[in-house]
Nanobody
Framework: QVQVAESGGRWVQTGGSLRLSCSVS????????MGWFRQTPANDREFVAG????????SYGASAEGRFTIYRGNAMNTVYLQMNSLTPDDTAVYYC??????????????????WGQGTQVTVSS
């Protein structure tokens, strides 16, 4: 059974940085496209960033472009999200996602197969 686990969320001051971590366990024979989404109570799940398994091609949502960086770790099926210049608008629950098809990261949350439980990021002054 595939499990996705993310960590690293906490309170951070406006303008600060934070790194989230995520790993996939269970069926490690596959190489997963991995991504990050975020959600607030008032909004649908929003695409933040994604990365393919082999070529490590990255893609970003508009809110993340230029501030956030997604990258894969040395261990297969691990991924990190480095977030810089954080603002209160970045406050949300951040979810790690994985897809076994291995293609480009889709910005549509309905097209992802596996999800973590979420980690809360709170940004304030």
């Amino acid at each position: 059974q595939v499990q996705v686990a993310e960590s690293g969320g906490r309170w951070v001051q406006t303008g600060g940085s934070l790194r989230l971590s995520c790993s996939v366990s269970g069926d490690t024979s596959r190489r997963y496209t991995m991504g990050w989404f975020r959600q607030t109570p008032a909004n649908d799940r929003e695409f933040v960033a994604g990365i393919t398994p082999i070529s490590r091609r990255t893609s970003y949502g508009a809110s993340a472009e230029g501030r956030f960086t997604i990258y894969r770790g040395n261990a297969m099926n691990t991924v990190y999200l480095q977030m810089n210049s954080l603002t209160p608008d970045d406050t949300a629950v951040y979810y790690c996602s994985a897809d076994s098809a291995g293609g480009l990261a889709s910005p549509n949350f309905l097209e992802w197969g596996y999800w973590g439980q979420g980690t809360q990021v709170t940004v304030s002054s």
